[in-house]
T-cell receptor, first 113, second 112 residues
Framework: DTAVSQTPKYLVTQMGNDKSIKCEQNLGHDTMYWYKQDSKKFLKIMFSYNNKELIINETVPNRFSPKSPDKAHLNLHINSLELGDSAVYFC????????????FGPGTRLTVT | DQQVKQNSPSLSVQEGRISILNCDYTNSMFDYFLWYKKYPAEGPTFLISISSIKDKNEDGRFTVFLNKSAKHLSLHIVPSQPGDSAVYFCAASGSGTYKYIFGTGTRLKVLA
């Protein structure tokens, strides 16, 4: 019974395309996150939602748009994909906004050609 | 500006011995720290955390030590097992910031 799931696991697409990554958690958490792990293995936060409201928006290009239809889902839509967007994207959730451990999904490896 | 640093990219340890993974931070506002373990093709898994009001937290084979004056924390694994072979990340957060800053990870290899 997967706690945090992401689809797809792998995504290969061409530059200029638009793609979405979906995330769902069944832990009853009210906070969800998107992280990007680049080729240097840095794990950097991109966005965070608490009770469907955006609370963290790091310096991410506005081609990236998160959407939280409900507390259990946080999707990431990327417009006009660029080569530099190639990375592993992780979704995570936590019980609260601070001092709580985060539960991560398995990651989505995005390759832009 | 990397606020959380793991200066050892890799570490090899014999099975049964102690593994010590280190993490340094620069931001004195950080007050909560976590360690995660990551296997290939999987997401990070939470291991253990520590609040800045403590200097030690223990959970089974895993102990985290925090030295606030040195802005340093370490994760001790005793005894190390081959299944502990993974990449370990430390992460830090400050009150009200809502986010964690991750280190770059240390790859631990436990040799049988």
């Amino acid at each position: 019974d997967t706690a945090v799931s992401q689809t797809p696991k792998y995504l290969v697409t061409q530059m200029g395309n638009d793609k979405s990554i979906k995330c769902e958690q069944n832990l009853g958490h009210d906070t969800m996150y998107w992280y990007k792990q680049d080729s240097k293995k840095f794990l950097k936060i991109m966005f965070s939602y608490n009770n469907k409201e955006l609370i963290i928006n790091e310096t991410v290009p506005n081609r990236f748009s998160p959407k939280s239809p409900d507390k259990a889902h946080l999707n990431l839509h990327i417009n006009s994909l660029e080569l530099g967007d190639s990375a592993v994207y992780f979704c995570a959730s936590s019980q609260g906004t601070t001092n709580y451990e985060q539960y991560f999904g398995p990651g989505t490896r995005l390759t832009v050609t | 500006d990397q606020q959380v640093k793991q200066n050892s990219p890799s570490l090899s340890v014999q099975e049964g011995r102690i593994s010590i993974l280190n993490c340094d931070y620069t931001n004195s506002m950080f007050d909560y720290f976590l360690w995660y373990k990551k296997y290939p093709a999987e997401g990070p898994t939470f291991l253990i955390s520590i609040s800045s009001i403590k200097d030690k937290n223990e959970d089974g084979r895993f102990t985290v030590f925090l030295n606030k004056s040195a802005k340093h924390l370490s994760l001790h694994i005793v005894p190390s097992q081959p299944g502990d072979s993974a990449v370990y990340f430390c992460a830090a957060s400050g009150s009200g910031t809502y986010k964690y800053i991750f280190g770059t990870g240390t790859r631990l290899k436990v040799l049988a």
